[in-house]
């Protein structure tokens, strides 16, 4: 059996975000990557980088956007 998420008058399988959590994500165009490494071997500082991307949600796939907004 198949749990099935009603998203803007379109039936999609169940996702792992709940219908509160979906209409958020649908709102946001912004989403931060974060990678962490270590940066020398004497002190282990770790290096955060922080990138900004935008996105689009569907209810069921995200798709990243480039800097001259086409979808991937």
């Known amino acids: 059996m198949h749990a099935l998420i009603l998203c803007h008058n379109v039936i999609?399988?169940?996702?792992?975000?709940?219908?509160?959590?979906?209409?958020?994500?649908?709102?946001?165009?912004?989403?931060?990557?974060?990678?962490a490494s270590i940066s020398s071997q004497e002190n282990r500082f770790l290096q955060l980088d922080v990138v900004p991307i935008g996105f689009d949600f569907n209810g069921e796939?995200?798709?990243r956007r480039n800097e001259y907004s086409e979808v991937y």
């Open 61 to 63: 796939f995200f798709y």
């Open 12 to 35: 999609m399988p169940h996702t792992l975000f709940s219908q509160k959590e979906i209409k958020y994500l649908m709102s946001q165009r912004l989403a931060r990557i974060v990678t």
